[in-house]
């Protein structure tokens, strides 16, 4: 399993030669400016909330690649009114898609759409890959319902927002990591406003202090699992 970091909240993941495109925000991102989403593969785009910072260039990859968007029903709705495909889901529930398992979980925060209509509730991802398992936050608080996770899912990574005010922060982000029993976390949400700035070598050292392992990747990078 591959994962890049496209900046913000967005991802690529390959999975055996399947490439997931997650939550999509990197036109509008000036730290994100080497980065051309006209040659971006997707055979999926899984989307966790309907929020512009993760859903903005969802419609122009969909329509150039005929990727199959999932998310909960209200988000794929609104993208298959638009013509484009989709595969619905809600929260508790998952499905066998040919790169792996995909639940869709819980995640306490919002998902209207930019122009205010209802976006359903925002969640997150369990992806259960051949190999390797992962756990994609999404945006979201610290919530009791992350220990339900590693009751059936033994993760390899963690991937959880950091950057506090719309979401967890550092010390939160922790605890999470805890509670998935997954002391390998990429942390990703931060940096991109001012809101959202956080201090690297203090967040890596926080982790480090706590036995676990922060990775912090630069905008293009990836990591193999
Ligand atoms: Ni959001
Ligand atoms: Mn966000």
Redesign the pocket.
């Known amino acids: 399993m591959k994962i890049t970091f496209y900046g913000h ?1 967005s991802l690529g993941i390959t999975i055996n030669d399947v490439n997931i495109l997650v939550d999509p925000f990197i036109s509008a991102n000036e730290k994100a400016s080497h980065i051309n989403i006209d040659t971006l593969d997707a055979d999926y785009i899984l989307l966790t909330h309907a ?1 512009q ?2 859903i903005l260039d969802v419609e122009v990859i969909a329509k150039r690649t005929n990727a199959v968007i999932i998310s909960n029903y209200e988000i794929v709705s609104h993208f298959q009114n638009k013509g484009l495909e989709g595969h619905p889901m809600n929260h508790g529930g998952s499905w066998d898609f040919e790169f792996g398992m995909v639940k869709y979980v819980n995640a306490i925060h919002t998902s209207s759409f930019p122009d205010g209509s209802y976006g359903g509730q925002p969640g997150g991802f369990v992806i259960e890959g051949e190999h390797k398992n992962i756990y994609i936050a999404g ?1 979201t608080a610290l919530t009791m319902d992350m220990k339900l996770i590693p009751m059936q899912t033994k993760l390899d990574l963690a991937i959880l927002p950091i950057g506090d005010n ?1 979401t967890m922060g550092i010390d939160d982000a922790i605890l999470a990591s805890d509670f998935v029993e997954c002391d390998k976390v990429l942390g990703y ?1 931060f940096d991109t406003f001012g809101y959202i700035e956080i201090n690297h070598e203090e967040a890596k050292r926080k982790f480090f202090d706590k036995d676990k392992d922060l990775m912090l990747l630069d905008i293009g990078e990836s990591l193999e699992l």
């Open positions: 909240a929020h910072d993760h945006d719309f949400h």
